[in-house]
């Protein structure tokens, strides 16, 4: 049985050993990074340096929870606003392993500038079991490339320390409990964020859709989930599909695309079931959703899809 105070002993004596100079951090804001800034801050205090990337790709109101979460827990954090850096990036780009690639080399490159400033020798990660496991090597077949594994360069200059690794998301939900972490029970968010819920051509425009709906996603089934009408999933969010079809808004014809709205029962990620939401409220997000996107979503579906053969992400 796992024993959360037990693993944070151990973890935080062995950062001390492993870390004997400035360590970076790469703070998203979701369980699994906050848990391993949290343990690294235990380890070594001062030698960690905590940087929050804006890539653009961030949920609504994701950069200002994550800098009040991290000042609530006394860590100092520098946000690096790189929103245009990844969007010239991925100009063009579609296939869902290159944007991982992209995303993840770009990760690294955006960490290695904070390296020369602070002149870190290591960059400490949230990385879990799953991460590595789906991004394959040796006789695992590469299901997704997780940008914090798969999509690491070759030649970086910074050691990697996953305090972690060996994890899944249940266990680390539990340490977050532990140690009193505010996104304990915060759902998943995948690392590439919003560009892999947009399916397609990474645009502004296109991913500003798509976080306009995943928030719609969101506040009606946690609100649903308050008032006792359906059990919260363990995670859902809204995907846009580079698909066009004909429909109408008011008595002008309208040529949109379409919104997945994607919800599952898990334990670890590993594998997942489709949740079964009450059809009134599938109803509200996809009137919330068709009304705010007018001119760009005609069109909201449903995937009821389990982990396999489906991943919970889209791409």
Request: glycine residues 8%; charged residues 25%; aromatic residues 6%.
């Given at each position: 049985?796992?024993?959360?105070?037990?693993?944070?002993?151990?973890?935080?004596?062995?950062?001390?050993?492993?870390?004997d100079g400035i360590a970076i951090i790469a703070c998203s804001g979701g369980v699994d990074s906050a848990v391993a800034a949290v343990l690294a801050h235990q380890a070594v205090g001062g030698l960690l340096h905590c940087v929050y990337v804006d890539t653009g790709f961030m949920r609504k109101g994701e950069t200002e929870q994550v800098e009040a979460m991290f000042a609530a827990h006394g860590i100092e954090l520098t946000t690096v606003h790189a929103a245009d850096r990844y969007f010239a990036a991925l100009e063009?780009?579609?296939?869902?392993?290159?944007?991982?690639?992209?995303?993840?080399?770009?990760?690294?490159?955006?960490?290695?500038?904070?390296?020369?400033?602070?002149?870190?020798?290591?960059?400490?990660?949230?990385?879990?079991?799953?991460?590595?496991?789906?991004?394959?090597?040796?006789?695992?077949?590469?299901?997704?490339?997780?940008?914090?594994?798969?999509?690491?360069?070759?030649?970086?200059?910074?050691?990697?320390?996953?305090?972690?690794?060996?994890?899944?998301?249940?266990?680390?939900?539990?340490?977050?409990?532990?140690?009193?972490?505010?996104?304990?029970?915060?759902?998943?968010?995948?690392?590439?964020?919003?560009?892999?819920?947009?399916?397609?051509?990474?645009?502004?425009?296109?991913?500003?859709?798509?976080?306009?709906?995943?928030?719609?996603?969101?506040?009606?089934?946690?609100?649903?989930?308050?008032?006792?009408?359906?059990?919260?999933?363990?995670?859902?969010?809204?995907?846009?599909?580079?698909?066009?079809?004909?429909?109408?808004?008011?008595?002008?014809?309208?040529?949109?695309?379409?919104?997945?709205?994607?919800?599952?029962?898990?334990?670890?990620?590993?594998?997942?079931?489709?949740?079964?939401?009450?059809?009134?409220?599938?109803?509200?997000?996809?009137?919330?959703?068709?009304?705010?996107?007018?001119?760009?979503?005609?069109?909201?579906?449903?995937?009821?899809?389990?982990?396999?053969?489906?991943?919970?992400?889209?791409?």
């Amino acid at each position: 049985m796992f024993d959360a105070e037990e693993f944070i002993s151990e973890a935080v004596e062995t950062l001390k050993q492993q870390i004997d100079g400035i360590a970076i951090i790469a703070c998203s804001g979701g369980v699994d990074s906050a848990v391993a800034a949290v343990l690294a801050h235990q380890a070594v205090g001062g030698l960690l340096h905590c940087v929050y990337v804006d890539t653009g790709f961030m949920r609504k109101g994701e950069t200002e929870q994550v800098e009040a979460m991290f000042a609530a827990h006394g860590i100092e954090l520098t946000t690096v606003h790189a929103a245009d850096r990844y969007f010239a990036a991925l100009e063009g780009v579609t296939e869902p392993e290159a944007k991982r690639k992209v995303i993840g080399e770009l990760f690294i490159r955006v960490f290695e500038d904070e390296q020369v400033k602070v002149d870190a020798k290591y960059l400490v990660q949230g990385t879990i079991a799953p991460d590595w496991i789906e991004s394959g090597g040796g006789v695992r077949d590469t299901i997704k490339s997780h940008h914090n594994v798969g999509g690491l360069p070759e030649d970086m200059t910074l050691a990697v320390v996953e305090p972690l690794r060996e994890l899944y998301k249940d266990e680390v939900r539990e340490l977050a409990r532990a140690l009193g972490i505010s996104v304990a029970e915060r759902q998943p968010f995948p690392g590439p964020g919003l560009a892999v819920r947009t399916l397609g051509d990474l645009t502004p425009d296109r991913v500003g859709v798509v976080r306009e709906c995943c928030a719609i996603v969101e506040e009606e089934f946690e609100a649903a989930a308050e008032r006792g009408e359906m059990e919260l999933p363990w995670q859902y969010y809204a995907a846009l599909l580079p698909v066009r079809s004909v429909g109408v808004h008011g008595d002008v014809r309208a040529y949109g695309e379409t919104i997945v709205v994607r919800a599952v029962r898990s334990m670890d990620g590993m594998s997942a079931r489709y949740s079964e939401i009450p059809h009134s409220i599938l109803q509200k997000v996809s009137t919330r959703i068709t009304n705010a996107c007018k001119g760009s979503v005609n069109r909201v579906v449903y995937d009821i899809t389990h982990k396999p053969p489906g991943t919970i992400e889209w791409e």
